[in-house]
């Protein structure tokens, strides 16, 4: 995250809009199913998912 916060100051953003760019840039489009009481699956279009790894 050091060099990405590095290349944000060198182009003048902000906190703020440095934390939305790189939490957009995180995320991943995945296609998104349910699966019903019948045990088929139902297509519910597409999404977006981010994963953040906190160690405890």
């Given amino acids: ?8 100051a060198e182009a003048g953003e ?3 809009a440095s934390a939305v760019a ?3 840039s995180s995320m991943k489009r995945v296609k998104v199913y349910r699966l019903t009481d019948g045990g088929k699956w ?7 998912v981010s994963i953040e790894y906190i160690e405890v």
């Fill in 42 to 48: 139902d297509d519910q279009g597409t999404g977006h």
């Fill in 14 to 16: 902000d906190g703020a």
């Fill in 1 to 8: 995250m050091a060099e990405q916060e590095r290349r944000d």
């Fill in 22 to 24: 790189s939490h957009t």
